[in-house]
Structure formats: C-alpha cells, structure tokens
C-alpha cells in the first residue's frame, strides 16, 4: 500500500518568516493530497488540497506544490502568524476512499 | 458552516465492553469515513460508507468492527469487545463525492482500561 513521509516533525518559525513541510509518497498511482491542520483538542481541518494534474496551488498564505515524478509533494505558509501554530498533516489517496497520512509537523510560530 | 459532529468527546470502557462512537455527517454529503489516531501515531483509515455499505475497509477493521447509519443523520463505529490498544482518537470524517474533501470531526478519545 501506499506509504507518506513527512519532514520535518517539528518545525519554529519567527512571525513574518516562512514555513515549508515536505511529503513523499510512494505510489504512482496516488492522484489526490489534501493538506490538514489540526489544533489542539479539534479534529484535522482541510486548508488546501491538490489534484495529480496540477503542478502548484495557492490560496492567500498557502500554497502547495506537487512534483510527480519526485513523487514529492509541499506545504507552503508565507508571512507566518501566531494562528498558525498546529500540527500539520499531509495526505495522498489513490481511490478517493482511503487516505494515508504523514505523521505530521507541529509548527510554532514565536511572536 | 456546516460540520461533522461527533458524541461523546471523551468515553472510557473496560477491556470486553462494546462501544458505540456517534457522528453526524454534514448534511447532504453521501460518503461517510472512520479514522483512528493512537497517541503519537499517523491518522490511520478504518472504513469508507456508501449507499448504505462498506465500500473500503483496513486490515485494522477486523470482525470487532462494525459500522451502520441508523437513520438519515448519525453514522455510527460498533466496538464488540474492546481491546487496550483500541485506545485512541476516532475520527468521523465525510465528503459529497468519493474523489473529493473528507471533512473531519473533533474527534471521540476512547480509553480502553
């Protein structure tokens, strides 16, 4: 089955700076990685997602890029705030059913 | 905003009790999906719902585990017989199309003494 690293595990940054996380994965045949946030006691929000067709997205702040042939995909924060402190998870899924998860960045962002 | 809702937050249960963990989907969403999350561990997929049936399930989702939609609006995850390593965070998760957005819960933390 499918198989998704994510780096780093932990993560600070200064407000204002960037953040970048990284997640490989190992099937070809994945065609759809979502990207979630999840803050303490609350379950994992979506914040930005990309499909195998597209090369880079963004949305504001966020942005995610998708290498294919890497087999690599990225999360992608400018101008960090305070707010964006969470722990961050990436995904792949190659049936729309079933994700398969990294095991997640916590990102500080110190004030 | 419309969100998944799951019951109880938190429930503990002795080892061999059966559990039944709640969620109510968004709406008008059609597909219905249970995760779980041992501390410190990667989100793991249990099962996928559709039309009324299991369309995808782990190698976690065993014979302990069972699934239904009861009525029009709650899905629901059957522990039989729980297990200390069944302790974990369980998450609802649903989506309007099987290729797009699952949108999560807060979660139910089972502990399992």
């Known amino acids: 089955g499918e198989n998704v690293e994510q780096h780093p595990s932990t993560l600070s940054v200064q407000e204002g700076d960037s953040a970048v996380i990284k997640c490989t994965y190992s099937?070809?045949?994945?065609?759809?990685f979502p990207w979630y946030k999840q803050e303490l006691g609350k379950g994992p929000q979506l914040i930005i997602d990309i499909r195998s067709n597209v090369g880079e997205k963004k949305d504001q702040r966020i942005a995610v890029t998708l290498n294919k042939t890497a087999k690599h995909f990225s999360l992608h924060i400018t101008e960090t705030q305070p707010e964006d402190s969470a722990v961050y998870f990436c995904?792949?899924?190659?049936?729309?059913?079933?994700?398969?998860f990294g095991t997640g960045t916590s990102l500080t962002v110190i004030p | 905003e419309p969100e998944v809702t799951q019951t109880p937050s938190h429930q503990v249960t002795q080892m061999g009790q059966e559990v039944i963990l709640r969620c109510v989907p968004i709406?008008?969403?059609?597909?219905f999906y249970w995760y779980r999350q041992i501390l410190g561990q990667k989100v793991e997929f249990l099962v996928s719902f559709y039309n009324n049936e299991i369309s995808e399930k782990s190698e976690i989702f065993d014979d302990q585990f069972s699934v239904e939609r009861p009525d029009g609006s709650n899905f629901t995850l059957k522990i039989r017989s729980t297990k200390l390593e069944d302790s974990a965070m369980y998450f609802c998760?649903?989506?309007?199309?099987?290729?797009?957005?699952?949108?999560f819960g807060p979660g139910t933390r089972l502990t399992v003494t």
């Open positions: 995904a792949a899924s190659y049936t729309g059913n079933q994700f398969y």
């Open positions: 709406s008008n969403h059609l597909y």
């Open positions: 998760a649903s989506s309007d199309s099987g290729r797009n957005e699952q949108y």
């Open positions: 099937d070809s045949a994945s065609n759809y």
